[in-house]
């Protein structure tokens, strides 16, 4: 990749952010579209948000993803939001336009796209989602969109869970516990998590027995580092589809990578770009 003064810049804010597979799905992107951009990773811890933002018009930006901790705050940062980024309250995708900043949520659409990419069907079915924050709030908005006829939120904190179960008429919130999870499973078709577990916290600290899981259950973790994750190799052994984080950073990422070019992405090139899923 050949970096000049004419290089349209993306970037992305996140604390963590080292661990990130997006530059490099990106830049594999940019490339095999032929274009003159390129994606950098910028750790921004949650004070320096507001000072960051500003900074992408003074460095002249073309666009920005957020990420862990930031989805949430960002809403109240940008300058326009779309619908659906209003309405699940975390946006991910952010376009540099003349001097403002346009604020999108491509994450429901990505996992929306994940799942039916998959042959998961949602539509009548139940799911428990692991997690309040702003992939949480995605996770929530998709799955009531799609169909799901009850949506459980498990948190650490049952105000915040209740307040993500608030976003579907058929959520309720329930406490972060293995036996509320368990009881849950029991009427559900589907486990998403959409916590940092694995990169902010051990993954043993979910709230989840593995004799919960069953052959019927699809397991859908949104964590990627590593390719295959704590949470995806328990799930292997029981239940009956299993999806990762790369499956949501993808269709996620191509919806991205659409608004800031305005061309269709390269999936091929962005997927083949991460690295391999331990077998």
């Known amino acids: 990749m050949s970096i000049r003064a004419t290089t349209r810049v993306i970037a992305l804010l ?5 661990h990130s597979w997006s530059p490099l799905m990106h830049n594999a992107a940019f490339a095999a579209a032929g274009l003159d951009f390129c994606y950098i ?9 507001p000072a960051a933002l500003d900074g992408l018009h003074a460095l002249g930006i073309a666009g920005a993803n957020l990420t862990i901790p930031h989805k949430e705050a960002g809403c109240a940062l940008v300058d326009t939001l ?12 952010i ?11 491509t994450d429901a659409a990505g996992i929306a796209d994940a799942l039916a990419d998959a042959g998961v069907t949602v539509r009548g079915a139940g799911a428990v989602v692991l997690g309040a924050g702003g992939s949480a709030r995605a996770a929530v908005w998709a799955l009531a ?3 799901a006829a009850r949506i459980w939120v498990c948190a650490r904190a049952l105000e915040k869970a209740e307040t993500v179960a608030a976003l579907a008429p058929q959520g309720s919130a329930i406490p972060w516990s293995r036996g509320a999870v368990r009881v849950a499973l029991a009427a559900a078709d589907l486990l998403v998590n959409a916590t940092p577990a ?3 916290f051990d993954a043993k600290e979910l709230p989840l027995d593995d004799e919960a899981l069953a052959a019927r259950h ?7 580092q590593p390719a295959l994750t704590a949470l995806e190799q328990r799930a292997r052994a029981r239940a009956g589809r299993v999806l990762g984080g790369r499956d949501l950073l993808v269709a996620q990422g191509a919806a991205s990578f659409t608004r800031w070019t ?7 090139a962005m997927r083949n770009a991460l690295p391999p899923v331990e077998k």
């Not at 779309?82 to 995708?93: K, M, Y």
């Not at 376009?95 to 949520?105: C, D, I, K, P, T």
């Not at 305005?262 to 091929?268: K, L, M, S, V, Y």
């Open 82 to 93: 779309d619908d659906e980024a209003r309405a699940i309250g975390a946006v991910n995708t």
């Open 198 to 200: 694995g990169l902010t």
């Open 262 to 268: 305005g061309q269709p992405a390269p999936r091929d």
């Open 95 to 105: 376009v540099v336009r003349e001097g403002s900043l346009a604020g999108s949520n």
């Open 41 to 49: 990773a910028c750790p921004t811890p949650p004070a320096a948000l």
């Open 218 to 224: 699809t397991v859908f973790d949104f964590v990627y």
């Open 14 to 18: 996140g604390w963590p952010v080292e």
């Open 145 to 147: 969109r799609a169909g």
